[in-house]
């Protein structure tokens, strides 16, 4: 990543807003997925859901 050490502040952000700034701190977009998807497999990105926090899980690859 390019500024490692960037903290994003724990205010609500929408996902969008959220890739955007791991974007901006990345070297590339497969960086970027990595780190969200590493931020969401490690429990640091929860979703509100009419006022209900919820955590997100990913689905495993599928394999070929």
Request: overall charge positive; some cysteine; hydrophobic content about 40%.
């Amino acid at each position: 990543m390019k500024n490692r050490y960037r903290r994003i502040n724990t205010h609500q952000l929408s996902l969008g807003q959220l890739v955007a700034i791991v974007n901006s701190c990345a070297k590339d977009s497969r960086e970027t997925v990595a780190a969200v998807a590493d931020m969401i497999a490690s429990g640091r990105i929860s979703i509100c859901d009419h006022g209900t926090r919820k955590q997100l899980k990913l689905a495993p690859m599928p394999s070929h």
